[in-house]
């Protein structure tokens, strides 16, 4: 096909009648196999919600691990902070004191049943990662003592390790903190007694 498309114009006008009649059937089998290919292909999943269809800023979503919950960064408030979207009530949750004026938060993520979020917060010159405990309603600085720069947080499905970049040497690196062991899980009792017996 694509020694026939760099043929010259000049020697495709001079080609016998055949031949020209030869290129137009290729074409077309091309095209009707093309047709046929899109044409059998399965329907895509409808990915935008009605919720989410509207004029504001939504961005750097995060599902919990169950996905009931799904949170993100957006601008419907008046500021840039961090909603959290219940999927099965179809409503915004409330986080009381996670998002404070004159500070941004964002790249949120979650654990597994969306109990906690860390997120990347700014409200003086260095940014901070924090959790949030939505039982306790009260968020929690986690790089206090820390020097450097940080970015993209990550919190594992029981809560209890946090991953982030750190620019603490002067190149970016990973450091995966331990919140310790007692911490309350968000693994449900099920789930986690059929991972501790899984191979």
Same mark, same amino acid.
């Given at each position: 096909?694509?020694? =026939? ?5 000049? #020697? ?6 055949? #031949? +020209? ?5 290729? #074409?077309?089998? &091309?095209?009707?196999?093309?047709? $046929? ?5 399965? !329907?895509?999943?409808? $990915? ?5 269809? &509207? ?6 979503? %995060? ?7 799904? %949170? ?8 840039? @902070? ?14 009381? +004191? ?8 964002? %790249?949120? &993520?979650?654990?597994?049943? @969306?109990?906690?979020? #860390? ?10 990662? !924090? ?17 450097? /720069? ?21 190149? /970016? ?17 099920? =789930? ?8």
């Amino acid at each position: 096909m694509k020694r =026939l498309l760099n043929v010259p114009a000049t #020697v495709c006008y001079r080609s016998h009648g055949r #031949v +020209r009649r030869w290129l137009n059937v290729t #074409v077309c089998i &091309s095209l009707l196999e093309v047709l $046929t290919v899109a044409c059998g292909q399965e !329907e895509l999943p409808t $990915t935008v919600s009605a919720e989410f269809d &509207s004029r504001h800023s939504d961005e750097q979503p %995060a599902l919990s691990g169950d996905g009931h919950f799904l %949170a993100f960064v957006s601008n419907r408030n008046g500021n840039r @902070g961090i909603l959290l979207y219940d999927r099965k009530q179809r409503q915004i949750v409330t986080l009381p +004191r996670l998002n404070r004026q004159n500070a941004i938060a964002e %790249a949120p &993520s979650l654990s597994y049943t @969306g109990r906690y979020i #860390v997120y990347i917060t700014s409200d003086s010159v260095r940014p901070e990662i !924090e959790l949030y405990d939505r039982a306790l309603q009260q968020p929690e600085v986690l790089t206090a003592h820390y020097r450097g /720069w940080f970015r993209n947080p990550s919190i594992s499905p029981d809560g209890r390790y946090v991953a982030f970049e750190t620019g603490a040497r002067g190149q /970016w690196d990973i450091e995966v903190m331990d919140r310790g062991p007692n911490v309350e899980s968000d693994v449900p009792d099920n =789930l986690r007694s059929r991972l501790l017996s899984s191979p």
